[in-house]
């Protein structure tokens, strides 16, 4: 087949997608796990009497569980399809990543399977994020913040 008509047989047939509603839809949902975020460092804080700061770890550690059992559950794929980015972006997609690599390995045991793969796309986040950390925070002592 030549390489033209391949073209044109790819691009009739790749689905069509709608950035602004992509955007519109990630802005939204983004937002709603913002509010959510926001509702329950409140919350936390307000039941346990606790700072800000500790209802925020507490927050952080419900949506994180939130993610995992939801891709435990086989629902967080479906809500992603839905819902874009607005999920993917906030600290449940680290968690998702996580847990889809520990399901996938799980039949080869703890330490080759789930072990050895659990970080697989997470570790590069992890690494990323501690290195731009570094640079931000030197960057913010030598302009003097």
């Known amino acids: 087949m030549e390489e033209n008509k391949y073209k044109r047989l790819v691009a009739k047939y790749t689905p069509k997608e709608n ?3 992509n955007a ?3 802005f939204i949902i983004g937002g709603l796990m913002g509010l959510l975020g926001q509702f329950l460092t409140d919350f936390y804080s307000y039941i346990f009497n606790i700072s800000t700061s500790d209802g925020a770890t507490l927050m952080i550690v419900t949506l994180v569980f939130l ?3 939801l891709t435990c559950l086989g629902f ?3 809500l992603v399809h839905f819902a874009r980015c607005g999920l993917i972006i906030p600290i449940t997609g680290f968690a998702h990543a996580m847990m ?3 399901l996938e390995y799980r039949k080869e045991g703890f330490v080759t399977g789930i072990g050895a793969n659990m970080f697989k796309l997470a570790g590069s986040v992890i690494v990323f994020g501690v290195v731009s950390a570094y640079i931000f925070g030197f960057l913010r002592l030598i302009i003097g913040g």
């Open 19 to 21: 950035v602004l509603s």
């Open 24 to 26: 519109l839809i990630a």
């Open 67 to 69: 993610g995992c059992l």
């Open 76 to 78: 967080f794929d479906k």
């Open 100 to 102: 889809s690599a520990t």
